[in-house]
Nanobody
Framework: QVQLVESGGGLVQPGGSLRLSCTAS????????MGWYHQAPGKQRELVAV???????YYADSVKGRFTISSDNAKNTVYLQMNSLKPEDTAVYYC?????????WGQGTQVTVSS
């Protein structure tokens, strides 16, 4: 199994920045990608960004140019740098690991963008 612990959410004004972190433990060697989803109230969970073990990345169109996903393999940690935040980015952000032993989710961290 894989355990994921997220941190870094909070309240920020429109145009501000936040950085989310997600640290994995457990069956690390089974992971081939990690990423972030978000879920706004009343909406489905949606993919935000993914990074592969080879460093390849994918971003949802809504965050391209504003968000950056990165990883520190030595720390088993993936980051989501969120800049130019908008009220519509308000959601619970969930970390996901994808691997040969299945997908695992973090507990979620709230991001609220409001003045």
């Amino acid at each position: 199994q894989v355990q994921l612990v997220e941190s870094g959410g909070g309240l920020v004004q429109p145009g501000g920045s936040l950085r989310l972190s997600c640290t994995a433990s457990g069956s690390i060697s089974s992971i081939y990608a990690m990423g972030w989803y978000h879920q706004a109230p009343g909406k489905q969970r949606e993919l935000v960004a993914v990074i592969g073990r080879d460093g390849s990345t994918y971003y949802a169109d809504s965050v391209k140019g504003r968000f950056t996903i990165s990883s520190d393999n030595a720390k088993n940690t993936v980051y989501l740098q969120m800049n130019s935040l908008k009220p519509e980015d308000t959601a619970v952000y969930y970390c996901i690991s994808q691997g040969t032993r299945g997908d695992y989710w973090g507990q979620g961290t709230q991001v609220t963008v409001s003045s």
